[in-house]
């Protein structure tokens, strides 16, 4: 919404009346306002779904004159577990294009939850086109120890909003290589579970940087690798070359399926500057996700976990550090000591490195 994407519209949706007067879309639905009195689903996902039937003719205007609507979520509670497909329902029903991005709760939310959260994605799955899917246990891993909990969540949907909004500026936006939505629909329509990664490069080789950090984010649950339709948007400053699109297409077109139905866009936004920005879409591809059975734990066993769990970040990372260093596959911007260093030695490249390593 603060993005202010020309072509879309926000809604949000909710039974908790409190939370949805917070919400900054321009349209606000409080469903199942008899079942619920504006007070919530309490955690149950049948409460969730007859809040959304209360107010079916409501959900459906919002699918009318649609071409493509994405259903975002947190799942394992009762609204967005109980609502989302519900609404996916009525979205397949009307023709829309249907995206659906959930999270899945931490694993300290307890297995309850968490059975709510799998047995609702497997429900959505059912309706919706394309289904990305972030697990909130990604974040322990990537946000720095000193992170205030409401920063650590800001960090993952930024990633999410980069995703969403390429995505979207794919169809929106003219460009030097044009894609519009018929080429998009091609890719997405029935494609089933789907890797979303962003990726931003600056330097030599900025563009194979953008595109490796994209196809590797770290929020995500689903790796890609041999997928059999593509859709990924280059944007760039006025520098970009042909020589970079070249480089970024041959790291995506090297891990996906070489019968693959590629389709990309090219795109100069002045505003980049020197830096270069890759959003990829990924789908149609087998789900190689290992269940590992539970195993006896010896008494090391949450000592271990912890260590696994620190940020490579380390603990003094601000937020801005831990965003940048996300979508450029975790090289961390260089800090305001490192840059001075750099600036006294006098010596860069070839030589800083080679002196530098003998230091």
């Known amino acids: 919404i603060q993005s202010s994407i020309e072509g879309v519209s926000f809604y949000a949706i909710n039974t908790d009346a409190q939370a949805l007067s917070k919400n900054l879309a321009p349209t606000r639905l409080n469903i199942g306002r008899k079942l619920t009195r504006g007070l919530g689903a309490g955690g149950d996902p049948a409460v969730g779904k007859e809040a959304a039937i209360e107010d079916l003719r409501d959900l459906q205007e919002i699918c009318l004159d649609t071409d493509m609507i994405f259903i975002t979520a947190g ?73 205030p909990v409401t920063d650590a969540f800001l960090v993952a949907d930024d990633i999410l909003r980069q995703g969403v909004v390429g995505i979207s500026e794919i169809i929106l936006k003219t460009g030097i290589v044009n894609v519009d939505f018929a080429d998009v629909r091609t890719v997405m329509r029935k494609a089933g579970t789907a890797l979303m990664g962003v990726g931003t490069g600056v330097g030599k080789t900025r563009a194979a940087d953008a595109a490796v950090a994209a196809i590797s984010s770290p929020l995500l649950d689903f790796p890609i690798k041999n997928a059999q339709r593509i859709v990924f948007n280059i944007v760039g400053g006025l520098s970009m070359g042909l020589q970079e699109i070249n480089e970024a297409s041959e790291v995506i077109y090297e891990n996906a399926d070489e019968n693959a139905n590629i389709i990309f866009g090219a795109l100069v936004d002045p505003t980049m500057e020197e830096e270069i920005s890759i959003t990829v879409l990924a789908c149609d ?53 490192e840059e001075q260093k750099e600036e006294s030695t006098g010596l860069g490249g070839f030589f800083g490195g080679l002196f530098g390593r003998k230091k």
């Open 75 to 147: 799942m394992g509670g009762g609204t967005g577990s109980g609502a989302a497909p519900v609404l996916a329902e009525l979205a397949a029903d009307a023709g829309c294009l249907t995206v659906g991005v959930v999270t899945k709760p931490f694993a300290f939310e307890g297995r309850k939850r968490m059975k709510q959260a799998e047995d609702a994605i497997v429900e959505l799955r059912k309706y919706v086109d394309t289904l990305i899917v972030v697990s909130n246990d990604k974040l322990l891993r990537i946000v720095p120890d000193n992170t």
């Open 285 to 337: 591809f087998k789900d190689e996700s290992v269940q590992v059975e539970e195993e006896a734990r010896d008494p090391n066993f949450y000592k271990d976990r912890r260590a696994l769990t620190k940020s490579p970040l380390g603990p003094d990372a601000t937020v801005e550090e831990t965003r940048i260093a996300i979508t450029r596959g975790f090289k961390r911007p260089p800090s305001a000591k």
